[in-house]
């Protein structure tokens, strides 16, 4: 069993109690993590709040070193923790560690960010009436204990992207990683504690979430939450955390709006690689296409050359298209496809299953009234829907609850301006598939995507809080 870090130690639970974690593409165990109480973890926070106090004392520049540290350890171990990520969620080889080699980076520039945020200073006279002798210092303090709640799809990058600008702005971090995702969370803490953290500046929270993730969310030493997954999740913890800042990066539906000027060949490329990549278990995936009816034929059949030549099977073979999370995932995925078939959809390749392995899917003549044209798949399915004009288009993206980022594709970019103006979501892409780098850029949803803004300086601003202090000279 592999051992959490708790109460400042690398510990078991007091009662021995264990998550088994099972590969998703050959059901073999990975290995198992503590199933944590609430009494324990209790104790543990408490003890990583009080040592948040002498952590802030320390310069930024200390606390920078040892996260740079942080990054030397990741690139030296990026196979081993590669190969973790690969074994947990299914991710291939190649992209698993390539997960822990842009984690490395974010942490460096995140380092080299926070040394360049300085507070400022006021006058008095500034204002109408306020006088010179009167100087204001607003600097920036840390929150204090921040929970960091990271998702199965991405367990170290999307996971360092909020410890990282945490401890370097001079907050403690309670851990909650997912439990499908766990034990490469694990190995990455392992690698803070080597740099030389002082272990009692983080607890890692591993467990069943339906026993610890509503006491970690109203836990009274938490004192702001960042949290990546579901948007029902997302909402439950909304309502929970009274009085706490939020970051939510939730769910999303991002279409990709091809209009007839556009180069179908760039399109179809993009389209592809934002849809399909890893299975298409990404919160900015493409997971529809809102195609003008005079194009409409002949990007769907460069869409389906391409998603043809994608390869299908096991991560360790590094192939494009692997085993969703679970089973429960994959019957979910096909429910969608079944509901649009059912009610005349077109499949043009795909749709076809070996248990959770779900071959690329991509659905034609997909209406407003079939599940799939609202409904996040996460999964490897892509539905075209016909429209007769950009602005009918523009409503029936905006019609989604989601709005996370969306796609245009066109060779008239002052029209790509306008169309993205009247888009409800957080980023819009001209010619390019939906993303979420390069990570210091803002990155954020809107409506049922999310709250808050991240992007390695939003970050940092997300764990501190303004404080003045007024000398009467």
């Known amino acids: 069993m592999i051992k959490t870090l708790l109460n400042g130690e690398w510990n078991v639970s007091e009662s021995n109690a264990t998550v088994d974690i099972y590969s998703p593409s050959n059901k073999e165990l990975v290995g198992s993590v503590p199933s944590l109480s609430q009494e324990e973890l209790n104790t543990s926070i408490e003890n990583t709040s009080q040592a948040q106090l002498a952590w802030a004392e320390r310069s930024v520049q200390e606390r920078g070193e040892i996260l740079n540290k942080w990054a030397d350890l990741l690139e030296e171990r990026k196979e081993e923790i590669g190969t973790a990520i690969m074994r947990e969620v299914a991710k291939n080889k190649k992209s698993s560690v390539s997960e822990v080699e842009r984690t490395v980076d974010y942490i460096r520039y995140t380092v080299e960010d926070a040394y360049r945020l300085n507070g400022e200073v006021k006058r008095g006279d500034g204002f109408k009436g306020g006088s010179r002798s009167k100087v204001g210092l607003a600097e920036k303090a840390p929150l204090g204990t921040i929970l960091a709640i990271g998702p199965f799809n991405y367990p170290v990058n999307l996971s360092a992207s909020k410890i990282a600008p945490a401890l ?26 080597d740099a030389g953290l002082p272990k009692e500046l983080v607890t890692v929270a591993t467990g069943r979430g339906s026993v610890i993730g509503d006491f970690l969310v109203q836990h009274p030493r938490v004192d702001m939450i960042s949290f990546t997954g579901g948007t029902s999740t997302g909402r439950h913890i909304a ?16 279409p990709a709006i091809v209009l007839e000027d556009a180069d179908l060949d760039k399109a179809a490329k993009e389209i592809v690689a934002g849809a399909y990549s890893y299975s298409g278990q990404r919160c900015t995936a493409i997971k529809r296409v809102l195609v003008q009816d005079e194009i409409a034929d002949e990007l769907v059949d460069r869409i389906a050359h391409k998603v043809k030549s994608l390869s299908v099977g096991m991560p360790e073979d590094n192939k494009d298209i692997t085993p969703l999370i679970d089973n429960k995932s994959a019957d979910y995925v096909q429910s969608l496809i079944d509901d649009a078939k059912e009610q005349g959809a077109k499949v043009v ?10 071959h690329p899917t991509l659905l034609d003549n997909v209406t407003t009234d079939m599940r799939v044209a609202w409904e996040e798949p996460f999964g490897p399915v892509l539905p075209i829907i016909r429209v007769s004009s950009q602005s009918e288009a523009i409503q029936i993206a905006n019609e989604s609850e989601y709005g996370l980022q969306a796609s245009i594709f066109t060779k008239n970019i002052d029209n790509a301006m306008s169309i993205a103006d009247k888009l409800e979501v957080g980023t819009v892409q001209l010619n390019g598939k939906t993303s979420r780098g390069p990570d210091h850029f803002p990155f954020l949803g809107v409506k049922s995507s999310g709250l808050g803004v991240q992007g390695i300086r939003e970050s940092l601003l997300s764990v501190v809080r303004d404080k003045v202090t007024v000398i009467n000279m």
């Open 168 to 193: 370097v702005q001079g907050n403690s971090v309670v851990f909650k990683p997912a439990t499908q995702g766990a034990i490469s969370g694990i190995k990455m803490v392992e690698a803070l504690i």
């Open 239 to 254: 309502k929970l955390s009274s009085m706490v800042p939020l970051v939510l990066e939730l769910g999303g539906k991002d």
């Open 349 to 358: 390749s795909g749709d076809t299953r070996e248990g959770n392995l779900l």
